[in-house]
């Protein structure tokens, strides 16, 4: 595999977990609507809006994990522990290099070179 796509199914892997992340928040939000719904004496309306929500909240349910989640993540767990944390920091919490280096101790130049020798490492792993 080459370090381009690499780096390319990391940054899309990024943006799928910041989907996934919003998508059970506005789940998490929708289920707390429904139950306090259910509260509510029985009517036509809340009948007719409960099976809307039951079908939204249904819409957000998040897919089990992709082959590719799977993939990357078994080789991110084969890293050392400081570059766990630097490519999750980077990829799950969305940190810049910055942040990531202020809260290490490195400069952003040291994180950035860092996370260009994690992408070559996940490659020959995959």
């Not at 928040?25 to 429904?34: G, M, N, T």
């Amino acid at each position: 595999m080459e370090i381009q796509q690499v780096k390319n199914d990391l940054y899309n892997l990024r943006k799928t977990i910041h989907t996934v992340a919003v998508t059970l928040e506005a789940r998490k939000r929708q289920i707390e609507r429904l139950e306090g719904l259910l509260c509510l004496p029985d009517s036509p309306e809340k009948s007719a809006e409960v099976e809307k929500m039951q079908y939204l909240i249904e819409l957000l349910s998040v897919a089990s994990v992709s082959n590719m989640e799977q993939r990357y993540m078994t080789a991110i767990s084969k890293l050392e522990l400081i570059d766990k944390t630097i490519i999750l920091d980077w990829l799950v919490n969305g940190k810049p290099h910055w942040k990531i280096g202020m809260d290490l101790g490195y400069s952003k130049s040291r994180i950035t070179a860092k996370i260009n020798k994690i992408y070559i490492q996940i490659t020959k792993t995959i």
